[in-house]
Each structure stands twice: as structure tokens, then as C-alpha cells.
């Protein structure tokens, strides 16, 4: 009998000391956490992020005359509203489509025919193929980290 009031005590101290743990834990969450009331629209305005979640693409070009492909390294950039998470949550569960694109578009060329077109002629050609796919938004611009021929 004398064993259960002093398990029943224990329980009653564990039991308070959790209950008094989490109104501290809220409390102190509460006072942390300070919200402005408003944003002021200067400064959130036009912010840019880059989706950079493709990382470096290995690719080998169409053979050409003489039946040699090239290897292409790429990392491409995407600049997108930072804003906008819908929009990045869009490009991120797209992004296999978009290396997919990218892939296939170095892939149907040869080394030659890359080298005819500029990078913008490149960059536009790309822009129109990715945002084809994209509902939420479009991306205005895309970079490459890394472009080089081995």
C-alpha cells in the first residue's frame, strides 16, 4: 500500500512537471516569434532566387560527320520569382522533365550545330521548351554555371 502512494506521487510529479513543460515551451514559441504587421512592398518586390536543383547535367551530343559525340557539362541556373513558392514548388516537382528537356535538346544536336547557334539563340530555345510545360508561372531567364565541351 505504502509502495502505490509513492508510484502514484512519482506519476503525479512526472505528469505536472510535462504538463508545466509544454505551457513554457508555448509560451517562450509565442514570445520568439515577432510577425511584422506588414511587409512593406519595396522591399519584397521583384526578388529573384535561382532553382538550381538541376545541378550538373553530363550529356553527349548526336554523333557527327565522322561518327564522334561530344560531352557536354552544363549546370543550369533557373531564375524564378522568390516570391512566388508555388511557383518554385512547380519547378521542383517538374524537375526531372526540365533536365529531360535540357538533356534532349543537346542530344538531338551535334557539336557543329551547337556551335552555330549563340548561347541566347540556345538559352531562348530552351525557355520556350521548359515553360511549354510549366502552369504556374514562367521563367524569364535561364544561366548556365558550367558550359564545357570535352
Not at 100 to 127: C, G, P, R, V
Request: charged share 25%; glycine share 2%; hydrophobic share 40%.
Amino acid at each position: 500500500m505504502n509502495l502505490n502512494k509513492v508510484l502514484f506521487s512519482i506519476l503525479i510529479f512526472i505528469f505536472v512537471t510535462i504538463i508545466i513543460g509544454t505551457i513554457y515551451c508555448f509560451i517562450q514559441k509565442k514570445e520568439s516569434i515577432k510577425v511584422p504587421e506588414t511587409i512593406s512592398p519595396e522591399i519584397n518586390q521583384n526578388q529573384k532566387s535561382y532553382f538550381t536543383e538541376l545541378g550538373q547535367l553530363r550529356l553527349s551530343t548526336k554523333p557527327d560527320k565522322n561518327d564522334k559525340s561530344t560531352i557536354i557539362i552544363l549546370t543550369p541556373l533557373i531564375e524564378y520569382d522568390s516570391n512566388n513558392r508555388i511557383f518554385y514548388e512547380e519547378l521542383d516537382t517538374k524537375k526531372l522533365q526540365i533536365s529531360q528537356i535540357i538533356s534532349n535538346y543537346f542530344t538531338s544536336k551535334s557539336i557543329n550545330e551547337i556551335k552555330q547557334k549563340n548561347e541566347h539563340a540556345i538559352k531562348s530555345d530552351l525557355l520556350a521548351s521548359i515553360n511549354s510545360i510549366l502552369a504556374l508561372g514562367k521563367i524569364e531567364k535561364i544561366f548556365f554555371a558550367d558550359f564545357q565541351f570535352l
